[in-house]
């Protein structure tokens, strides 16, 4: 059998690489906005697979492009299946838990309340994984497929264990739950003969995530010195003082600003982190983009939604896609005779569940 | 002849070949090592490629994938089907036909969604209605205030606005509840429940004005209506409009129509002029909420949610107030009394 090597260069000779353009998209990103519309969100599904396979189709892996051929109708269809399994579960919740409360059970009405968010971590990680699994299996390249044995059962309930496990520590555990969840996930993938290998620590994530905690305190600090400031000049009046209150809302702007920046800068490094200590066979991940960036990314995103009075979101999926593959780089090589087609079992139910539940898969 | 770059789905090697269209429905492949292979037309299928490319995959062998410079289009295209471009199903229609389509549909849809419930409300058998409220709400448990001069000064109140309405076997229900929050609503049913805030914050009149507001609601089967909208479109466009999960809470509250809120204002009007009430402290109510809500976000927001409150509303009720009018009070002294000590611990009895 004769076999094929490539290597990833320096420069332009990226080994992954995206090739789409926002004029190329915006038919796609048109129609499915209307089609959307006209059909009350039921093509949805039908326009994220166009997406998908434009995006795909445009992201270059060493000599040929991505592919992706999952379909509207089986998205469609899984959601159907998932909505079947839980709305007479939700509608059952809906009419207990206020049928308890006005009684006064308030106990029981808790209690139901608790099982029901417990139900809805562990679904929420299993739909995570579902996600991913499906994702890897409507993704080809050369012709070869990704996927997974593994249903997913148990990696729901390690993460449900784990997230109550940072919950109880007032998430002081969350950088261990994270990253061991990313190599339980990852772990249990493959793409053609090819399992992933994971092996993310939280060495060096730990003081970013203290962070988060003294942000809130840093942004309290910052907001005193302004008061200060604004106190000297002030000198002595009689009555309310409008500042005042303006200073508190100032603080209390801060703080709501301060902890979703740091969350993002322990996310930014988490990402890099992760993709670096992710391997496919030979293959290494790298993936370089900064808490800026990615601030550059949700602020430009959200720039472009209000410019084009909402026409921008079409565009979300587009402009994040193209983030990730540009700040991606892989390296080392594969032999493209051993990469044999994938033996998992493709899922048929697509994406329900993560649909319902609204996770992202990676 | 053109030449193409094959993967057989089995490996990621990619063969080169060359292709022929053989007998007009065949696609014959070639390649140098003497392997041959037929492929029959009708499992051909388009795939998405980048332009240049001509990307050819088969309905029956997933990873198969044949790669053609893009001008052999023309030489296949007696092969080769439509390019499934929006999805079958509208690809089979064509796409403006499939928007117009789409917009009328759900024009009616939406529309009938929103206004059948309205004509379908009245013929809702009451006892139906009444069976869903019972399941909700039951008794009320420990959360009723159940002082019994109180109850009863409480239903006196619906019945000097309302005469009659609490009697026979779909009277409504009154309760008072001890929850901290300014409130009163209809539920499914005839109950009609008003949270303590509501009694002890308030005046007998307004407190009229607000119960001749809820009756109103409940006579006019506004809260079938709104059920049905809720549980028809609502539900419908809540499933297909995206995350299920967090909307799925939303389905079973109600919400009145703008038409209904109005009504039942018109209604409230008419009930304490007929009772002579006045119709002044209401609107003061209405004012004093409004410009606490602004003051103070959060107080009587419940109660701003499902009354959505305006200053014109306040000005209806106010200009309804006849300064001519000899108006008396909603409740005697003594009731009055007993009303505000309805969920009094010391006074309560089980």
């Known amino acids: 059998m004769e076999s094929h090597h490539e290597r990833a260069a320096a420069g332009d000779d990226r080994a992954i690489r995206f090739t789409g353009n926002w004029r190329e998209y915006l038919p796609i990103a048109a129609t499915n906005a209307l089609l959307i519309i006209v059909t009350l969100g039921i093509y949805r599904f039908w326009a994220s697979a166009r997406q998908r396979r434009y995006l795909w189709s445009r992201t270059h892996v060493i000599d040929d492009t991505l592919e992706w051929t999952g379909t509207g109708k089986e998205m469609f269809l899984g959601f159907l299946i ?194 670096a200590a992710t391997r496919l066979g030979d293959l290494e991940f790298d993936f370089d983009a900064t808490t800026l960036q990615w601030l550059g990314l949700f602020l430009g995103n959200l720039a472009l939604a209000i410019v084009t009075l909402g026409f921008g979101l079409t565009y979300w999926g587009y402009r994040n896609w193209a983030f990730m593959v540009r700040h991606m780089r892989v390296y080392g090589s594969v032999d493209l005779g051993d990469l044999t087609q994938s033996t998992t079992h493709a899922p048929r139910e697509a994406e329900g569940f993560a649909d319902a539940f609204d996770v992202g898969a990676i | 002849m053109i030449e193409g770059t094959l993967y057989d789905g089995a490996t990621a090697h990619p063969h080169a070949v060359s292709v022929v269209v053989a007998d007009g429905r065949r696609l014959a492949l070639r390649q140098e090592s003497g392997w041959s292979d037929r492929v029959e037309a009708g499992v051909l299928k388009r795939m998405d490629a980048p332009a240049g490319l001509l990307r050819l995959g088969r309905t029956d062998l997933p990873g198969w994938r044949l790669m053609l410079p893009a001008a052999a289009e023309a030489e296949l295209s007696g092969l080769l089907g439509r390019h499934e471009r929006y999805g079958r199903w509208i690809d089979r229609i064509g796409l403006v036909p499939a928007l117009v389509a789409g917009a009328a549909i759900t024009g009616v849809v939406v529309g009938t969604g929103y206004i059948a419930p309205h004509w379908i409300a009245p013929h809702v058998p009451m006892s139906w209605e009444r069976n869903v409220g019972t399941a909700i709400v039951g008794d009320f448990g420990d959360l009723r205030c159940r002082d019994a001069k109180g109850q009863k000064a409480l239903e006196d109140l619906v019945e000097r606005v309302a005469p009659g309405a609490t009697r026979g076997p779909n009277g409504i229900k009154v309760a008072a509840l001890n929850v901290p929050i300014f409130n009163a609503a209809a539920l499914p049913g005839g109950y009609i429940v008003v949270f303590k805030p509501a009694i002890t914050e308030t ?102 949610q499902s009354h959505p409150l305006s200053d014109k509303r306040a000005v209806k009720f106010s200009a309804a107030a006849d300064p001519k009018a000899h108006y008396r009070p909603a409740l005697s002294r003594d009731d009055e009394d007993a009303l505000f000590d309805i969920c009094s611990s010391r006074r309560t009895q089980k």
């Open chain 2, 203 to 304: 005046n007998p009149e307004a407190l009229a004005g607000v119960l001749a507001h809820e009756v109103a609601h409940v006579r006019r089967r506004h809260v079938a209506e709104a059920m049905i909208r809720e549980f028809g479109i609502g539900a419908l466009i809540r499933l297909f409009a995206g995350n299920v999960g967090a909307n799925a809470e939303q389905i079973v509250s109600l919400s009145y129509t703008r038409d209904n809120e109005a009504q039942a204002d018109s209604d409230a009007i008419a009930m304490l002029k007929r009772a002579g009430i006045s119709p002044k402290p209401t609107a003061d109510l209405f004012t004093k909420l409004s410009k606490q809500q602004r003051e103070i976000p959060g107080y009587g927001a419940e109660f701003l």
């Open chain 1, 82 to 275: 998932v909505i079947a399994i839980l709305a007479p579960f939700f509608l059952f919740i809906q009419f207990l838990f206020p049928a308890l409360m006005v009684r006064g059970k308030i106990e029981a009405a808790s209690g139901i309340l608790f099982l029901f968010y417990i139900a809805l971590i562990y679904l929420g990680g299993f739909a995570r994984f579902r996600a991913l699994r499906y994702r890897l299996s409507r993704t080809y390249w050369h012709g070869i497929r990704g996927g997974s044995d593994d249903p997913g059962w148990n990696y729901g309930g390690e993460y449900l264990g784990r997230i109550a496990l940072a919950a109880m520590t007032m998430w002081i555990m969350f950088p261990w739950a994270q990253t061991k969840l990313w190599n339980a996930r990852w772990n249990a993938m493959s793409f053609g003969p090819l399992p992933f290998s994971a092996g993310l620590e939280t060495e060096g994530l730990k003081a970013r995530w203290a962070l988060v905690y003294a942000a809130p305190f840093a942004a309290m600090i910052v907001a005193f010195m302004i008061i200060a400031t604004l106190g000297l000049g002030m000198g002595v009046q009689d009555g309310p003082n409008p500042t005042i209150g303006g200073a508190f809302i100032a603080v209390l702007l801060l703080i709501y600003i301060a902890i979703p920046l740091a969350t993002l800068h322990w996310y930014a490094k988490y990402y890099r982190h992760a993709a």
